[in-house]
């Protein structure tokens, strides 16, 4: 494959990250940008403007390592469980989406209803659903389940260190950029073209002279 067209492929997902991360700020933390807009604070403005974009490419980078890691795991999975690497993802899938409930709600210590916290979960499945019923359609049925693990399970694990931050502002900030990247990520590596090398004029012909040789003998 050609190293501009992959490169080109996760400069886009880092940009589309940040931006999201950006749009998203708008929508959660609007008060940043109230307070220096009365009195207009042009510097100051765009200070909280240059923040949130910066957060919103960490976040995006951190997704990015998550896919690099995802497609390690796959491969190993696929040689180390055989025909079994789908059940193992779809009870990961499950484990994960049970401790996005049962955990967080342990840690709110009851100062959150439980209900919130089965919402984020639905959230993600009915995310990760959506999105490998794509996958599966542009591909191939085969691809509904790594799709779904990877947008649920991995999407999860690089939220970890969203999810212990105090401010649920910041674990919002942090999910937008990651759900965004992912979503670019696996719906966009199959349409990367794989180029194969064309042999040559001169190469053609000598194959050809060899397999006219070997079928007279």
Known sequence: MNTRILVNFFWKAFWFGGLAGLVASFFIRPEEYLTYMSP?????LLGVFLFFLALGLTFAAVSMTGF???????????????GY???VQIGLVVFV??????????????????????????AMLVIGWVVAKVKAKETNSTAFV???????????????????????DY????????????????L????????????????????????????KA
């Open 40 to 44: 207009f604070d042009a510097l100051e």
């Open 68 to 82: 690099f890691a995802y497609l390690f795991v796959n491969r190993m999975g696929l040689n180390l469980f055989k």
């Open 85 to 87: 690497w789908s059940t």
């Open 97 to 122: 989406l049970f401790d996005l409930i049962y955990f967080p709600y342990r840690a709110a210590e009851g100062e959150a209803a439980i209900y919130w916290f089965i919402l984020i979960a639905a």
């Open 146 to 168: 790594p799709a779904l693990f990877f947008m649920i399970v991995f999407t999860t694990v690089e939220w970890v260190p969203g999810l212990m931050v105090d401010s649920i």
């Open 171 to 186: 674990a919002w900030l942090m999910v937008v950029p990651l759900l965004v990247c992912n979503t670019y990520q696996i």
């Open 188 to 215: 966009t590596l199959h349409r990367l073209p794989f180029v194969e090398k064309k042999p040559e004029k001169g190469q053609t012909s000598v194959s050809k002279s060899k397999k006219n040789s070997t079928k």
